[in-house]
Structures are given as C-alpha cells and as structure tokens.
C-alpha cells in the first residue's frame, strides 16, 4: 500500500486538504521521512535551513506536510505554523492552545540502528502515558529503510478522520 492508498483511505469530503507540522530534533530523520513518503530520493539530504513543503494530490485530496529545520535558533518559529494544523508530530508542544486536541503521532526513527532506543523506552521518558487531551501514537520505524512509516501513516490516517466527524 502507498501513500495514495493511504491518502484514499483518509479522503472524507472531496478538496479535503490535511496539514501536517514534521517537528522534531535536529538530524532527527524528518526529511529523510518526508522524502520517503513523497516516494523520493532519500540518497543526498542536507539539513534543512527553515522548511520544507510536499503536497500530494490524489483525486480531490490534498496532503500538506511541513517539514520545518529542527535546529535551535529555528525552534521559536515554531509556532508561526501551528495555525489549522490537523497532525502534530512532537510531544512538547501539546500544551500550545492553538494545537489543543490534536492527534500526536511520534516516529521513534532510526530503529535501524542498533544504539536506537525502542519505542517503549521512548513513550516512557516523554511520560506518553500521562496524555489526557488528544489520541497519540508512537511508531519505531526507519525512514532510511521506510520500516515502520506506512504503519504511522494508517494511524494518522485513522486519527484525523476520527477528528473531522
């Protein structure tokens, strides 16, 4: 299943357009990830210098994903996206108002590399189990190997209709 399949799935109303924020660390694998869902050339990533836009349209559907610099001076920026967001993918801004309710979908990346910590360890140190306001998920995945993406992808997908009813 690609990401047009997963996009048909997630498709309610026709012109539905879904915004995502990609936040996270730096050299955390967001726009590895991004490239890996865009189906693109993940061979030649340089950090990214303020953001990144993929839209894909599949019959009426519109998939906006932001992948936005991880670096700290970028980091308070942040916030000039976070407006009609519908997936939030970093737990440490569930308390800015303007995501309230928002689903958070967390990719543990990098599974592919043995000193990764697993998910669990992960939802553990971020205390996911105490998130009371909104559905989450955390995902081991590799965006090297694309391992793991298309799970987090059926969530979201899953979650965002759940919001829209």
Known sequence: MGLLS?????KSTPDQEVRILLLGLDNGG????LKQLASEDISHIT???GFNIKSVQSQGFKLNVWDIGGQRKIRPYWR???ENTDVLELAELLDEEKLSGVP????????????AAPASEIAEG??????????????SCSALT???VQDGMNWLCKSVNAKKK
């Open 47 to 49: 950090p990214t210098q």
């Open 146 to 148: 694309g391992e793991g």
């Open 126 to 139: 971020l205390n996911l189990h105490t998130i009371r306001d909104r559905v989450w998920q955390i995902q």
């Open 104 to 115: 958070v979908l967390i990719f543990a990346n990098k599974q592919d590399l043995l000193t």
């Open 80 to 82: 000039n996206y976070f």
């Open 6 to 10: 997963i996009l048909r799935k997630l």
């Open 30 to 33: 967001k726009t590895t990830l």
